[in-house]
Antibody, heavy 120, light 112 residues
Framework: QVQLQESGPGLVKPSETLSLTCTVS??????????WSWIRQPPGKGLEWIGY???????NYNPSLKSRVTISLDTSKNQFSLKLSSVTAADTAFYYC????????????WGQGTLVTVSS | DIVMTQSPDSLAVSLGERATINCKSS????????????LAWYQQKPGQPPKLLIY???TRESGAPHRFSGSGSGTDFTLTISSLQAEDVAVYYC?????????FGQGTKLEI
C-alpha cells in the first residue's frame, strides 16, 4: 500500500517560490502504476487540482497555475516535488500529494497534507 | 473547465436517517465508448485529507461502508448514505475526471 508524506517550509514570503516534497513509501515513483499528483485546499475552502507527473517525466498542469508550476521526480530518493513561483496570499493553502492510479482519474491515497502560509 | 456544483451546501440529518447529496456537472462526464461516468466522491473529516469513497459514479471503494452508495449518469449524480452514523459527519466532495483540469464540487457539509 502506497503511503505519502509531504514536507517543506510552512511559511513563504510573497513573490518567492513555494517548494514542497512528497516522499513515497510502499511503492516506487518509477512505477507506471500511478500518476503522482498535487492538490491544494485553502483553509475552510474547496479542493483544486494542481497537476501530476508520470514516471516518464511527463506532466499535466492545471492551466490556471501552469505558468507558475513545476512538478518533478527524484527517483534516487523516491520523491516527487512541487514548485510554485511568485506566490501571493491567495496561494495560502493545505497542499496534498496524492496518487492517481493508472489511467483512472481519482485520487487515492492522499498524504496528510501540509499548510503553507504566504506572508511577509 | 467542467464546473461541478453540489447541493445542498450543508445538510443536517438525524442518526439512522438517509442523507442525500447531489452533484451536477456543467457537461456530461459519461464517456460513450465505455459507458462509464468519470465521477468520484470523497469524504473529508476535520483535520484529515479527503478519502475516496466512490469511483465510476457508483463503484464503492474497498473499505467504504456499504451504507454509502453512488448513482446517476451524464450530468446528475447522487451520493446516498442509507443510515447516518455519527462517524459520517464530514464534508463530501464530488470530482470529475472526464478531462483535465480535474475539478471538484464546492463540498457539502454533513452534520447530525
Amino acid at each position: 500500500q502506497v503511503q505519502l508524506q509531504e514536507s517543506g517550509p510552512g511559511l513563504v514570503k510573497p513573490s518567492e517560490t513555494l517548494s514542497l516534497t512528497c516522499t513515497v513509501s510502499g511503492g516506487s515513483v518509477t512505477s507506471g502504476s500511478y500518476f503522482w499528483s498535487w492538490i491544494r485546499q485553502p483553509p475552510g475552502k474547496g479542493l483544486e487540482w494542481i497537476g501530476y507527473i508520470y514516471f516518464t517525466g511527463g506532466t499535466n498542469y492545471n492551466p490556471s497555475l501552469k505558468s507558475r508550476v513545476t512538478i518533478s521526480l527524484d527517483t534516487s530518493k523516491n520523491q516527487f516535488s512541487l514548485k510554485l513561483s511568485s506566490v501571493t496570499a491567495a496561494d495560502t493553502a493545505f497542499y496534498y500529494c496524492a496518487t492517481l492510479p493508472g489511467r483512472t482519474g481519482w485520487f487515492d491515497p492522499w498524504g496528510q497534507g501540509t499548510l503553507v502560509t504566504v506572508s511577509s | 473547465d467542467i464546473v461541478m456544483t453540489q447541493s445542498p451546501d450543508s445538510l443536517a440529518v438525524s442518526l439512522g436517517e438517509r442523507a442525500t447529496i447531489n452533484c451536477k456537472s456543467s457537461q456530461s462526464v459519461l464517456f460513450s465508448s465505455n459507458n462509464k461516468n468519470y465521477l468520484a466522491w470523497y469524504q473529508q473529516k476535520p483535520g484529515q485529507p479527503p478519502k475516496l469513497l466512490i469511483y465510476w459514479a457508483s463503484t464503492r471503494e474497498s473499505g467504504a461502508p456499504h451504507r454509502f452508495s453512488g448513482s446517476g449518469s451524464g450530468t446528475d449524480f447522487t451520493l446516498t448514505i442509507s443510515s447516518l452514523q455519527a462517524e459520517d459527519v464530514a464534508v463530501y466532495y464530488c470530482q470529475q475526471y472526464y478531462n483535465t483540469p480535474y475539478t471538484f464540487g464546492q463540498g457539502t457539509k454533513l452534520e447530525i
